[in-house]
């Protein structure tokens, strides 16, 4: 860590340096990634007793990107987020479990389609560094792997092989840059 001195504080996420991306297995042989351009959150960081830090983040589902236009019309549709009935997923920490660099777990409670499920993000932070502009950042990332259908996502397209056009597992991965609060 750059300057343990301002890890504790309230950060903001800067999103022009942050990404909330996603990975999920198509037609079982390949790969698609996405990503929401629209989030917002907030990290309260407490680096002398990280126990009591907390984060609160909310994602608008309509700003799902995977590069091509007419996939996103269909997962903001009802068989995926139905963007018009649930327009934000958000998540809700309830226990830090990282040592003093901010590195560990991080576990809280995820909602999606009005499901709320607890999931657990290991989290890994970079450290703290004053920008060109006087700002201080802290960045981090952050991953965990969730069940679609644990969330009222159950679109099945079967294949004739016996598995599924989406696979139910989607990897979710933040790459993160706060900015401290003055």
Do not use: Y
């Given at each position: 860590m750059t300057n343990p001195s301002n890890f504790s504080g309230i950060y903001d996420l800067d999103t022009a340096h942050s990404s909330v991306g996603?990975?999920?297995?198509?037609?079982?042989?390949?790969?698609?990634?996405?990503?929401?351009?629209?989030?917002?959150?907030?990290?309260?960081?407490?680096?002398?007793n990280p126990a009591d830090s907390k984060v609160e983040a909310t994602v608008v589902t309509g700003s799902v990107d995977t590069r091509n236009e007419d996939r996103d019309a269909h997962i903001k549709g009802e068989d995926f987020f139905d963007?018009?009935?649930?327009p934000q997923m958000t998540f809700a920490s309830a226990s830090f479990d990282v040592d003093a660099s901010g590195n560990?777990?991080?576990t809280g409670d995820l909602?999606?389609?009005?499901?709320?499920?607890?999931v657990t993000l290991d989290v890994e932070t970079f450290g703290v560094e004053e920008d060109p502009f006087g700002?201080?950042?802290?960045?981090?990332?952050a991953s965990t792997t969730i069940n679609r259908k644990?969330?009222?996502?159950?679109?099945?397209?079967p294949l004739n092989s016996g598995g599924a056009l989406v696979g139910?597992?989607?990897?979710?991965?933040?790459?993160?840059?706060?900015?401290k609060r003055a």
């Open positions: 996603f990975t999920v297995r198509h037609a079982m042989v390949t790969k698609v990634r996405g990503e929401f351009t629209d989030f917002t959150a907030t990290l309260t960081a407490n680096q002398e963007v018009e009935k649930f560990g777990t991080v909602t999606i389609k009005g499901t709320t499920k607890p700002n201080t950042r802290l960045g981090f990332e644990d969330f009222g996502i159950d679109f099945d397209a139910e597992k989607i990897a979710i991965e933040i790459e993160g840059s706060g900015i």
